[in-house]
């Protein structure tokens, strides 16, 4: 997070949006404002979820869709979020990708699988076989044990802190995927399907999210964008 590109180009192909990583509920509203209607979403902290399930009700639009709310891990729940897409029995349903290695003002501590990022692939890519649409974000930290802060500022204060505060600096550095997994790993696994090609498109930073999707939907996701 944050989705810095639009949604309505996947809502049009889609009406079943599954997320992995809720937090505060941001992905979900935006999912909802694209005009989504059918939504899972997957949070592994009881105190995220409450925050997002608060800010998501109050959202006008929310009256208007089927969210389903999952609390536990992604790796150990990809299979609900596949599930919920096969029983509303879209074609081209879209995962948004966003869970992570993480310890939680809660207390809540992810285990098992640091990158939960390949269990989660391969479980879309044997339900779907490359019909399905997978936003993965943080493309930056794939492969890293951690990312600075983003922005100029973020680095400059991060710099700061490096000199004078080292204890600060590990507070701001965001949680990587692990050095076990590289951007390379994953690209080949999104695309061990038939018929598909991928896009980096706009995140945190630019570029930081990569989309694999079916080979057949490029006019409609992206076509008005190519020369």
């Known amino acids: 997070m944050p989705i810095n590109f639009s949604l309505e180009p996947f809502a049009r192909i889609s009406d079943v949006f599954c997320e992995t990583g809720t937090y505060h509920g941001n992905a979900v ?9 059918k939504i899972a979403t997957v949070e592994i902290s009881r105190i995220n979820l409450d925050i997002a ?9 929310s009256k208007e869709a089927h969210i389903d709310y999952v609390l536990g891990d992604a790796e150990k729940n990809i299979g609900r979020l596949v599930d919920f897409a096969k029983l509303n029995e879209v074609m081209y349903p879209i995962f948004w990708l966003d869970a992570h290695t993480h310890v939680f003002k809660d207390g809540t501590l992810t285990d098992g699988n ?38 100029v500022v973020g680095r400059v204060q991060a710099a700061r802190n490096a000199l004078f505060d080292p204890n600060a600096l590990i507070s701001m550095i965001k949680p990587g995927w692990g050095k076990f997994v590289d951007l390379l790993t994953i690209l080949k696994l999104a695309m061990e399907v038939p018929d598909v090609s991928f896009r980096l498109l706009e995140g945190i930073e630019p570029l930081d999210v990569l989309c694999v999707y079916p080979n057949e939907l490029h006019e409609s996701l992206f076509g008005q964008n190519d020369e």
């Open 53 to 61: 399930k608060k800010r998501i009700a109050e959202h006008p639009l």
């Open 114 to 151: 640091p990158c939960p990022l390949v269990f989660e692939i391969a479980a879309i890519n044997l339900a779907f076989n490359g019909k399905a649409v997978l936003l993965i974000d943080d493309m930056r930290i794939v492969g890293a044990k951690g990312a600075p802060p983003h922005g």
């Open 29 to 37: 509203i935006k999912a909802l404002e694209a005009g989504f209607k």
